[in-house]
């Protein structure tokens, strides 16, 4: 069974920064697209950012307008681990962050519990 573990999140103020973690279990990590999606208070889901595996597209990254610049996807293999490295935050970046994990880009097959990132002002 696949199991996504998020850590990281926490309360940091405005131009601050934090970096999440996301373990996976259960499956052969390497050869899967990792995400991170986020939920801000009354707001739908949204992708944040995601980094691909395939060959060719190995580690290629993608990121949402919103993050671009501040944001940073990556992947540690031989852990299991992906990271989303935030900087220059801010309060719209409060949400529920989520990781996620599929064969394709566009399916993610399996989600973590999230992780809560709180930015004040």
């Known amino acids: 069974q696949v199991q996504l573990a998020e850590s990281g999140g926490g309360l940091v103020q405005a131009g601050g920064s934090l970096r999440l973690s996301c373990v996976a279990s259960?499956?052969?990590?390497?050869?899967?697209?990792m995400a991170w999606f986020r939920r801000a208070p009354g707001k739908e889901r949204e992708f944040v950012a995601r980094?691909?595996?395939?060959?060719?597209?190995?580690?290629?990254?993608y990121y949402a307008n919103s993050v671009k610049g501040r944001f940073t996807i990556s992947r540690d293999n031989a852990k299991n681990t992906a990271y989303l490295q935030m900087n220059s935050l801010v309060p719209d970046d409060t949400a529920v962050y989520y990781c996620?994990?599929?064969?394709?880009?566009?399916?993610?097959?399996?989600w973590g519990k999230g992780t809560l990132v709180t930015v004040s002002s």
């Open positions: 996620a994990m599929g064969p394709l880009s566009t399916q993610m097959d399996y």
């Open positions: 259960g499956r052969t990590f390497s050869t899967y697209t």
């Open positions: 980094i691909s595996w395939g060959a060719g597209i190995a580690g290629m990254t």
